[in-house]
């Protein structure tokens, strides 16, 4: 069956780190550009990072820049977000996401990031 599945979320304060992680199974996760997504209690779901099938360009959104990297291991099929600098705004249930074939589509089932003292 087609699956990511998230971990790594956790309490941390701010100025602190977390590293997540996303399994992928089920398709060929080289051929795969691959995302992270956030959400927090009543706001819009924001993408935060992308990655290309190679891990050779990757693009962030705007506040997470210079905080946050994301990278892949193709022989593992799983994806990493290492958070560095967290803000307490950096709060959210954070979703790993990928498209494979031509229409394909998947989500993870999210893994809970709070920044707090």
């Known amino acids: 069956q087609v699956q990511l599945v998230e971990s790594g979320g956790g309490l941390v304060q701010p100025g602190g780190s977390l590293r997540l992680s996303c399994a992928a199974s089920?398709?060929?996760?080289?051929?795969?550009?691959m995302r992270w997504y956030r959400q927090a209690p009543g706001k819009e779901r924001e993408l935060v990072a992308s990655?290309?099938?190679?891990?050779?360009?990757?693009n962030y959104a705007d506040s997470v820049k210079g905080r946050f990297t994301i990278s892949r291991d193709n022989a593992k099929s799983t994806v990493y977000l290492q958070m560095n600098s967290l803000k307490p705004e950096d709060t959210a249930l954070y979703y790993c996401?990928?498209?494979?074939?031509?229409?394909?589509?998947?989500w993870g089932q999210g893994t809970q990031v709070t920044v707090s003292s």
């Open positions: 089920g398709f060929t996760f080289s051929n795969s550009p």
């Open positions: 996401n990928a498209n494979y074939g031509y229409f394909g589509r998947v």
């Open positions: 990655i290309t099938s190679t891990g050779g360009s990757t």
